[in-house]
């Protein structure tokens, strides 16, 4: 085999063993809200379109615009009463799924703003999966937005 053929087979595998495109994952209708215009925190809302053909975990979320971001997800803590928890472990999505991401439900969690989320401002949120690794997503700020499907809000 000449070095030209060990080459090229190595390139081939190489790209063989590459994480899933960026653009596998399509965001759908984001946005993000904060409590009020003082607030330290927020969430944002990125419902997530699988087109990968692969299974896949969102991992973890990164922001300029916290100190610190989780994925969360709230739980019945009896009474009627739910609780915001992160969620250990990811977010499964499998391949030709959506996760939904709503209030009252997961959601990307921004803690420790480092400034406010103002009406129809935007900030970009870097979503981590396992395979498909870094999706950046631009979410657009909107405080109006009522809830659907009577979810509480933050």
Known sequence: MSLRTQALAFAAATLMALPAAADSFMAMEPYARAAS???KSGAAFIPLHNMSGQDDRLI???SDAAQRVELHTHIDAGDGILQMREIEGGIPVAAGEM???RRGGQHVMLMGLTGPLEQDAEIAVTL?????GEVVVTVPVDNERAPKDGAHSH
């Open 128 to 132: 981590v999966f396992e395979r498909a």
């Open 37 to 39: 215009p003082a607030a």
């Open 99 to 101: 996760i939904e991401m």
């Open 60 to 62: 973890a979320a990164r």
